[in-house]
């Protein structure tokens, strides 16, 4: 599975960084894992998924959220990544608007 990380993504991983200093090591089990059953289909190949959070001591209920983009069965992108601590959901807007600058940023690098 090719997990195609973009700017947009890699800026809101590095800001959850900064308070969970575990996140890349979670994030790396994750893309090992990406064909684990999603949480949750949201909408035409938009999923999310659930993460452990090793930074601090509770399983997934309370650990990440990962929004991921299927382009198809090879290729995927994550959209956004929050903490379930911090953030109970996130938004259909959100997630439309997160696509929109992802979208705008890979179309910039062709």
Not at 40 to 48: A, I, P, R
Not at 53 to 59: C, D, H, K, L, Q
Not at 84 to 110: G, P, Q, R, T, Y
């Amino acid at each position: 599975m090719n997990i195609i990380k973009t700017k947009y993504f890699l800026k809101q991983l590095l800001n959850l960084k900064k308070k969970f200093q575990k996140i890349e090591q979670d994030f790396l089990s994750f893309e090992g894992n990406i064909k684990l059953e999603p949480f949750s289909n949201l909408w035409n190949g938009v999923f999310k998924f659930r993460l452990k959070n090793s930074s601090i001591p509770v399983w997934k209920r309370s650990g990440f959220r990962i929004i991921i983009l299927f382009l198809d069965r090879n290729n995927v992108i994550p959209l956004l990544i929050y903490s379930k601590n911090e953030k109970e959901n996130v938004s259909n807007l959100e997630i439309l608007n997160a696509k929109e600058n992802i979208i705008k940023e890979l179309e910039e690098k062709v």
